[in-house]
């Protein structure tokens, strides 16, 4: 089984999840895009979803196949999100924001009930930290912030590069207008410290790791796909 077989077979597992007449938050990235995929397929039949994009990558693809969606003022309540993640750990710690959508990604599934996270057993993970963390960051004042980082990641025994993401010869920029620090700490021993240290610098909209929001995890190997609860 390639990683593209995992990643279906993951997505195969959370539509399992989806009712009918769900308020759907709908991932970024490439096993979400299957987990988009698989939804059209039975969208197309009757099946009746409300889907809220996390990004315009995403919302592009729902549009493409026929996806009914909204905006997040429209439906500021969803029953559940469903989404991948560039690292998970066993209490359902992420890293996410590889595409480039963490903050939408994080306010949808704030707005959601419940969370599921689909990925294949390469991001499972014992530590996070392996995957640069994206920092989502105000253009003004980058490179006064990128110092506080730096401050803020020393004061936890973290270093490592930081590296303001490209897209080709420019600088990466989000759907919201704001530029991703990638931070390659190698390993980050304490998730929650690193989060408040980040959230209090002004000029970083916001981080990559999600806490305590995930309610389940479904991870796809060779062997097909598993459940993973948060130990919390």
């Not at 970024?28 to 990558?57: N, Q």
Request: some cysteine; charged content about 25%; overall charge negative.
């Amino acid at each position: 089984m390639d990683a593209r077989e995992m990643k279906i077979k993951a997505a195969e597992a959370a539509l399992a999840h989806v009712e009918y007449g769900m308020r759907l938050g709908i991932g970024t990235g490439s096993t979400a895009e299957e987990f988009v995929r698989l939804l059209a397929e039975k969208v197309a039949t009757g099946f009746k979803v409300e889907g809220v994009p996390t990004s315009e990558r995403t919302a592009r693809l729902c549009v493409e196949l026929g996806v009914p969606l909204k905006s997040l003022d429209e439906l500021p309540e969803l029953d559940l999100t469903i989404d991948g993640a560039d690292e998970v750990d066993s209490d359902l710690t992420l890293i996410k924001g590889g595409g480039g959508a963490l903050l939408r990604e994080k306010i949808v599934a704030a707005a959601s009930q419940r969370m599921i996270v689909i990925a294949d057993e390469s991001k499972l993970v014992e530590t996070l930290g392996a995957f640069p963390l994206p920092i989502e960051v105000n253009p003004f004042g980058l490179v006064s912030t990128r110092m506080a980082i730096e401050k803020k990641a020393s004061k936890l025994g973290l270093s490592g590069g930081l590296a303001l993401r490209q897209s080709g010869s420019e600088d990466f920029m989000t759907d919201g207008g704001h530029y991703i620090i990638d931070a390659s700490f190698g390993r980050i021993p304490d998730a929650e410290a690193l989060s408040n240290e980040l959230n209090s610098i002004p000029g970083v909209v916001e981080h990559g790791l999600f806490l305590n929001m995930a309610a389940l995890a479904i991870i796809a190997g060779p062997a097909g796909a598993r459940t993973l609860r948060a130990n919390r």
